[in-house]
């Protein structure tokens, strides 16, 4: 069975630009997780998505959105991007979501020069 | 609300040592809890999970942790490391999301 795969893995871009990022989850998983990893504040958690519906949504403003799409492969968004945006994306699926186990994919790196 | 304090930011070990890993936890109920481990450039690994069954919960590569209940502890230990163990690892505690702690680095000397 395929893991999660996250493309692109590697994205430069600079500040006021958007950008998409997107994440398939492994087959039959109707739960997607976004996080962001920093050295400073550790793994935060953006947004899940269950079956097209956003169900859970962290602390960060509104240039960071989503979707998930009814094959449940999902993106993410980042608008008027900031030099504080630079972190490692990682996307988690999972069955249900909730409390079980994630399966997370190997990030997208995102630098903002 | 959840939340985890992993009690130690780096530690170090020789091989073929020990290793112990701590977490504590704050839930309101009986929580569901996870370690995690980050090797570089890489996105987080299962080790293991604790879901209200056995206390003692066994994982992969050798990793075990222990459930307390009384003291909110989820330690994360291994009899003897090896140097493939050189990684970041997470202690995570779920209700109806998903809270990490900040990490531990695990280094491990030859």
């Known amino acids: 069975k395929a893991g999660v795969t996250q493309t692109p893995r590697y994205l430069i871009k600079t500040r006021g630009q958007q950008v998409t990022l997107s994440c398939s989850p492994i087959?039959?998983?109707?739960?997607v997780s976004w996080y962001q990893q920093t050295p400073g504040q550790g793994l935060q958690f953006l947004f899940e998505?269950?079956?097209?519906?956003?169900?859970n949504k962290g602390n960060f403003p509104g240039r960071f959105s989503g979707r998930q799409f009814s094959n449940s492969r999902s993106e993410m968004n980042v608008s008027t991007l900031e030099l504080g945006d630079s972190a490692l994306y990682l996307c988690?699926?999972?069955?249900?979501?909730?409390?079980?186990?994630?399966?997370f994919g190997d990030g997208t790196r995102l630098s903002i020069l | 609300a959840q939340s985890v304090t992993q009690l130690d930011s780096h530690v170090s070990v020789s091989e073929g040592t020990p290793v112990l890993l701590r977490c504590n936890y704050s839930s309101s109920y009986s929580p569901s809890l996870f370690w995690y481990v980050q090797h570089p450039n890489k996105g987080l690994q299962l080790l293991l999970k604790y879901t209200s069954a056995a206390t003692l919960v066994k994982g992969i590569n050798g990793f075990e942790a222990e459930f307390k209940k009384s003291e909110t502890s989820f330690h994360l230990t291994k009899p003897s490391a090896h140097m493939s163990d050189a990684a970041e690892y997470f202690c995570?505690?779920?209700?109806?999301?998903?809270?990490f702690g900040a990490g531990t680095r695990l280094t491990v000397k030859p």
């Open positions: 988690a699926s999972s069955l249900h979501g909730g409390n079980q186990p994630q399966h």
């Open positions: 998505y269950f079956s097209e519906t956003q169900r």
């Open positions: 995570v505690v779920s209700e109806d999301d998903m809270r």
């Open positions: 087959s039959g998983h109707r739960s």
